[in-house]
């Protein structure tokens, strides 16, 4: 491929398969507060739990319709993490077969609590291990230095730690649009600090957000270049239950073509650091909860026109990177 998959990335390092497995541990998110508005215009209050914790949800796939009464009812996932765990490893192993497990905290922001408390959580969890990594994804503003002390303890333990840092954007002005409650330089000083406690660093972007354009998409990757191992990106899309429902519904906001956002993909792509490890590259929202875009390829498909287009053009991941002082 013409940037580093994930996937080369784990089998490089641990000489096989790795797959993560998903859980809910309970957290909530400080964004969706009441005195916080509601939490980020786009999300639907799922927290982003993988599909086969919830209950009936693993059934629909790529081309299903979309479903109100699924997406409106934000179901969330109320089984104990060693049930979630097990399903999980059930679920992995019937569709890839016996494989080696990372642990991924996913759901909402997995750094909101004490000290105590997220011991507690991340204790009980790695006690059904093993596992290769623990991956904990949160926010910038929930990471102070005594939560990072303790996640960094766990590399004693022989697993590797990363943190999944929520970035979005680096222009302020569309931060504070879709309400995300932090700005660019609370990320930085997060992912720093990440980065001073010798951690694994991801961070996700949204390609397409109201009023950003080509300039914006690679100030972003200026942004991720600065600090992260890794990036997962995603173009935006509607789905149902959100605040961006609204908007787009009555026509305020306008979505990438599939055409627009391989341009978008492409050229970020190309302006990030070469050694940046790319773990997402479209959104997965399952489509029984996606009200747009209802025209985009699935993933494979995606990923093949996007390889196409870099090769087409001379395009690499890095090839126009420039380091910045
Ligand atoms: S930080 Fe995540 S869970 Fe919280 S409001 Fe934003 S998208 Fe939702």
């Known amino acids: ?40 215009a786009f999300c639907d209050g799922t927290g982003a739990v993988a599909v086969y914790q919830r209950s009936g949800e693993s059934a629909f796939h790529h081309d299903s319709s979309y479903d109100s009464s699924v997406a409106n009812s934000a179901p969330h996932c109320s089984q104990d993490i060693g049930k979630q765990i097990e399903k999980g490893r059930a679920f992995i192993r019937r569709r890839y ?15 909101y609590g004490t ?37 960094s303890s766990y590399k ?30 609370s990320y930085f000083d997060a992912a720093r600090r990440v980065k001073e406690h010798g951690l694994f660093l991801s961070t996700h972007v949204i390609l397409g957000l109201p009023g950003e354009g080509m300039e914006d998409f690679l100030s972003t990757a200026d942004a991720v270049n600065r600090y992260s191992d890794a990036v997962k990106i995603h173009n935006l899309d509607i789905a149902g239950g959100t605040r961006f429902e609204v908007e787009y519904e009555s026509g305020k906001i306008r979505l990438l073509s599939t055409l627009e956002y391989l341009d978008a993909v492409s050229s970020f792509l190309a302006h990030l650091r070469p ?24 993933k494979s498909k995606f990923i093949a026109m996007l ?5 087409t053009e001379g395009l690499w991941e890095g090839s126009q990177y420039v380091a910045k002082a």
């Open 1 to 40: 491929m013409r940037w580093n998959t994930y996937s080369d990335y784990l089998r490089k390092k641990y000489g096989q398969n790795v797959f993560r497995i998903g859980v809910d541990a309970g957290f909530s998110c400080p964004n969706r507060r009441k005195d916080r508005m509601g939490g980020c």
């Open 97 to 111: 077969g016996e494989s080696a497990y990372s642990i991924y905290f996913q759901s909402f922001t997995n750094t």
């Open 115 to 151: 000290v105590d408390h997220l011991k507690a959580v991340y204790d009980e969890a790695l006690s059904y291990g093993p596992f290769k990594e623990m991956i904990i994804s949160t926010r910038p503003d929930c990471l102070e230095d005594d939560k990072l002390s303790l996640i």
């Open 156 to 185: 004693k333990r022989g697993v590797d730690v990363e943190i999944e840092l929520g970035l979005q954007s680096a222009n302020d002005n569309t931060l504070k649009l879709i309400n995300r409650g932090h700005d660019a330089a």
């Open 275 to 298: 050694d940046i490890v790319i773990q997402r590259l479209i959104s997965e929202t399952p489509a029984h909860r996606l009200i747009a875009p209802r025209d985009f390829p699935d």
């Open 307 to 311: 390889e196409k287009k870099m090769e």
